[in-house]
Antibody
Framework: EVQLVESGGGLVRPGESLILSCAAS????????INWVRQAPGKGLEWVSS????????HYGGSVEGRFTISRDNARNSVYLQMNSLRAEDAAVYYC?????????????WGQGTMVTVSS | DVVMTQSPLSLPVTVGQPASISCRSS???????????LNWFQQRPGQSPRRLIY???NRDSGVPDRFSGSGSDTVFTLRISRVEAEDVGIYYC??????????FGGGTKVEIK
């Protein structure tokens, strides 16, 4: 069974940093891209970042470019999102989702999410 | 970035009746590889998004056949042939043709009358 489990969320002050993790199981992790999507309270879905299967390609949404860094460790079946200089508007539930559309696994599995709160 | 526009915002439906959600993109979603990367997701209250439909009209495993997707180019539709109580939630369309970024519609809230 494919599983994605996020962790690392919590309450931080504006300007602080946080690292989110996404642990995968039930599939050959190193064959798949992984994405981060966030959802602010009561709002819709916003793509945040993606990383290709071998870390060759990394992409970021405009609102997080330069502040967030995505990485992965295929030996640990995990993806990470380093979030620096956090702002109030980064507060959201962060989901990791598997896949890349052109390779046929387009956001086909999602984790349960981890909540990030940014408040002074 | 491709803008995805969904309508209606809210959709009250009687159990057993059909429902239809529209999704329009600001540019054609036909990829140069010949596929159209338009997905539909369901998000039940308190849950993560779940993919229902991929590449316009392909149902994911375990998705009831009362859900169907159609469309092409810039106009797409998700239909529920007979709404059941468990279908309550927010439905999102998403394009993966012109990425980065993938972009989502604003969502349509399906509720029971």
């Amino acid at each position: 069974e494919v599983q994605l489990v996020e962790s690392g969320g919590g309450l931080v002050r504006p300007g602080e940093s946080l690292i989110l993790s996404c642990a995968a199981s039930g599939f050959t992790f190193s064959d798949h891209s992984i994405n981060w999507v966030r959802q602010a309270p009561g709002k819709g879905l916003e793509w945040v970042s993606s990383i290709s299967s071998t870390s060759t390609y990394k992409h970021y949404g405009g609102s997080v470019e330069g502040r967030f860094t995505i990485s992965r460790d295929n030996a640990r079946n995990s993806v990470y999102l380093q979030m620096n200089s956090l702002r109030a508007e980064d507060a959201a539930v962060y989901y990791c989702a598997r896949g890349s559309c052109i390779y046929g696994d387009c956001y086909d599995y999602w984790g349960q999410g981890t909540m990030v709160t940014v408040s002074s | 970035d491709v803008v995805m526009t969904q309508s209606p915002l809210s959709l009250p439906v009687t159990v057993g009746q059909p429902a239809s959600i529209s999704c329009r993109s600001s540019q054609s979603l036909l990829h140069s590889d010949g596929n159209t990367y338009l997905n539909w997701f369901q998000q039940r209250p308190g849950q993560s998004p779940r993919r229902l439909i991929y590449e316009v009209s392909n149902r994911d495993s375990g998705v009831p056949d009362r859900f169907s997707g159609s469309g092409s180019d810039t106009v797409f539709t998700l239909r529920i042939s007979r709404v059941e109580a468990e279908d309550v939630g927010i439905y999102y369309c998403m394009q993966g043709t012109h990425w980065p970024p993938v972009t989502f519609g604003g969502g349509t809230k399906v509720e029971i009358k």
